[in-house]
């Protein structure tokens, strides 16, 4: 059974970090292409960062390239987020997703939540 499990959201002070997980099970990460993505209240949800199936190329929401990191351990079958100097603006349930067979799979997500 296909399944990706987020994990790692809390609430954080403004200007801290945090280090989100996404463990994938029933297929194996480096075989697809991994996005992360974000929805806050009221907005959109919006693609924030993508892995490559080689791993070695890495896409990023423009206004997000400098602070978000994504990378991935193949060997725990895991795609990380990492995420730098957040802001209120940040503030959202992030969750991973993978395109197999023409079809989307999504986490359920974790919350992020940024705050003084």
């Known amino acids: 059974q296909l399944q990706l499990v987020e994990s790692g959201g809390g609430l954080v002070q403004p200007g801290g970090s945090l280090k989100l997980s996404c463990t994938a099970s029933?297929?194996?990460?480096?075989?697809?292409?991994m996005f992360w993505n974000r929805q806050a209240p009221g907005r959109k949800r919006e693609v924030v960062a993508g892995i490559n199936e080689p791993g070695v190329g890495t896409v990023y929401k423009e206004s997000l390239e400098g602070r978000f990191t994504t990378s991935r351990d193949i060997a725990k079958n895991t795609v990380f987020l990492e995420m730098n100097n957040l802001g209120p603006d940040d503030t959202a349930v992030y969750s991973c997703h993978v395109f197999i067979n023409a079809r989307e799979y999504w986490g359920q997500g974790t919350q992020v939540t940024v705050s003084s």
């Open positions: 029933g297929f194996r990460i480096d075989s697809y292409d």
